[in-house]
């Protein structure tokens, strides 16, 4: 008897994801039109900074509500999408809402669009369809901010995750939300070399990067110091280090831009009572 009102129980939990999983993607695979709330999309464009200058791309733009926010908020916006209903809906939208020169919409397949302009790219489909856009999405210019409503990128890690309650929503596990977002990381793995002429002269960096994660060795006068903290936003490089330089236990602090194989920033150096600024210009070694 107990047994039987256990397994009510189980099905009465499992039944409802099994039925909002069927009925949010198509058996094909194929993703398809589930609106994001709007109070999900303010958040999107919130998590994104959406600005004036920016270009905001949305992939299965449905009717066009990302994109009308995104140039609510000045920005400029193209949406794509396999139906031509929607994108006549969504062109409609843009035109009511008075953005109707900054927001554009074709009937195009992702995977056929050129995302290269885009300085923001935003998303509501499947994971598995996300983990395809994986290399193209990585491969855009550093700093492109990228902003999902549920569905991670294959394997690369958010850089900001956002849950909320969304009783609203039609679709997906009981009423919840996730938004998540990627900054593009410049590509910084390998060796790097910097003089810092006032504090150690010649400085080596081994920089190994998975992802915007970055795992650090720098040494200094045949010594290595410790790395206690690293972070890779877009171009920005942070490092944290500790160690003996002139015989003196120092703090430095490098914050730096990468662009193609320079870093160009400045090292903060601090004993806890002086403090000075170093520029900090590394290269790739050769
Ligand atoms: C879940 S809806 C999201 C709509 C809108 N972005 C939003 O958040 O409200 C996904 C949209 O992607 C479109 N879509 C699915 N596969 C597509 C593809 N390969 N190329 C273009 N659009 C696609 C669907 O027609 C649908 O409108």
């Given at each position: ?68 926010e995104a140039a609510k908020r000045g920005a400029r916006g193209l949406g794509v999408d396999l139906d031509p209903n929607l994108v006549n809906l969504a062109t409609r939208n843009a035109q009511q809402a008075r953005v109707g020169d900054k927001a554009r919409f074709e009937v195009r397949d992702i995977f056929e669009t050129d995302l290269s302009r ?169």
């Amino acid at each position: 008897m107990k047994f039987t009102r256990l397994l009510f129980a189980i099905a009465g939990a499992i039944l409802p994801f099994a039925l909002q999983a069927q009925s949010w993607a198509w058996d094909d695979g194929t993703v398809p039109y589930v609106q994001t709330p709007m109070e999900i999309v303010e958040r999107m464009l919130r998590m994104a900074e959406v600005h004036t200058g920016d270009y905001v791309i949305d992939l299965g733009s449905g009717d066009g509500r990302i994109i009308v926010e995104a140039a609510k908020r000045g920005a400029r916006g193209l949406g794509v999408d396999l139906d031509p209903n929607l994108v006549n809906l969504a062109t409609r939208n843009a035109q009511q809402a008075r953005v109707g020169d900054k927001a554009r919409f074709e009937v195009r397949d992702i995977f056929e669009t050129d995302l290269s302009r885009a300085s923001v790219v935003t998303m509501y489909l499947l994971p598995d369809f996300n983990a395809k856009l994986l290399p193209r999405l990585l491969a855009l210019k550093p700093g492109t901010r990228i902003v999902s409503h549920d569905g991670g990128i294959g394997d690369w890690p958010a850089d900001e995750t956002l849950a909320m309650r969304t009783p609203e929503k039609p679709v997906g596990v009981g009423g919840n939300s996730k938004v998540e977002l990627w900054i593009v990381p410049a590509d910084v793995h390998g060796d790097w070399i910097a003089e810092l002429s006032g504090h150690g002269g010649a400085w080596r960096f081994h920089i190994d990067q998975h992802y915007q994660m970055l795992e650090v060795k720098a040494q200094t006068q045949g010594r290595e110091l410790l790395v206690r903290n690293t972070r890779l936003r877009g171009e920005q490089v942070k490092l944290v280090v500790t160690g003996l330089v002139g015989n003196r236990p120092w703090h430095h602090y490098f914050v730096g831009q990468a662009r193609g194989d320079a870093i160009d920033g400045e090292v903060t150096v601090s004993t806890g009572k002086e403090q000075t600024v170093y520029p900090w210009h590394a290269k790739r070694a050769p």
